[in-house]
């Protein structure tokens, strides 16, 4: 049986590259986002590349709709062995123009619902000896007022990742963070969607960093 891969937060950057990279070693891939119309554009491309696709649609400041989300596709792809959690509120707002409600929303993006959908997957996670690969950013690292909700998130993703790995290494899951300090391109020589992909691809394999700074 194939393996399978779940991108939450998918979308034509990093994670389409994903889908590609992942896909071409072997991979069926599971998308979740917002837009359906989207999901499907994203399917028909990859299945131009021969790779196995499917999608249900879930508004990732919504916990039960992802959840749902998952176990929708948890029916259509079996084994799941990668989740690849990519979502994050990116809006481009000051600091002080945000509110405890909107903080509070972002950090469900970015942060507290890949907790709850590795838990929704840790079955299969840990019966695969699978992995958690999360998106990070260089803002975890040197925040910025100026994307406030951004850098929150990201913080707190990398703080999760940490901890994630440390819960889980004894289930033999793998849990690792690649932190972004660049901006993703696909015409950038060493920022595109398949160059981070590629940087995932290897963490993936190797099983051992639990952060990649790149």
């Not at 119309?37 to 028909?44: T, V």
Request: hydrophobic content about 40%.
């Amino acid at each position: 049986m194939k393996k399978t891969m779940i991108i939450i937060g998918m979308g034509p950057g990093l994670s389409f590259g994903m889908a590609e990279r992942f896909g071409k070693a072997g991979y069926q891939i599971g998308m979740i986002s917002r837009n359906a119309d989207k999901l499907g554009q994203y399917q028909k491309l990859l299945s131009k590349a021969a790779i196995k696709s499917e999608f249900e649609t879930a508004d990732l400041s919504d916990t039960s709709q992802l959840l749902t989300a998952l176990g929708k596709l948890r029916e259509k792809l079996p084994q799941i062995h990668v989740l690849h959690y990519n979502a994050v509120d990116a809006r481009m707002i000051p600091l002080l123009e945000e509110s405890a409600e909107s903080l509070s929303k972002s950090f469900l993006i970015g942060v507290a619902n890949a907790l709850e959908a590795t838990k929704a997957l840790l079955a299969d996670l840990q019966a695969n000896q699978g992995s958690v690969l999360l998106t990070g950013g260089g803002t975890s690292k040197y925040p910025n007022a100026a994307m406030g909700s951004i850098s929150l998130s990201k913080a707190g993703i990398r703080s999760m990742a940490f901890q994630l790995h440390d819960a889980l290494k004894s289930k033999g899951i793998y849990v690792g963070t690649l932190t972004v300090s660049g901006e993703v391109s696909p015409d950038s020589k060493t920022h595109s969607p398949q160059i981070l992909a590629e940087k995932f691809w290897d963490m993936n394999q190797e099983r051992k960093s639990v952060e990649l700074t790149y």
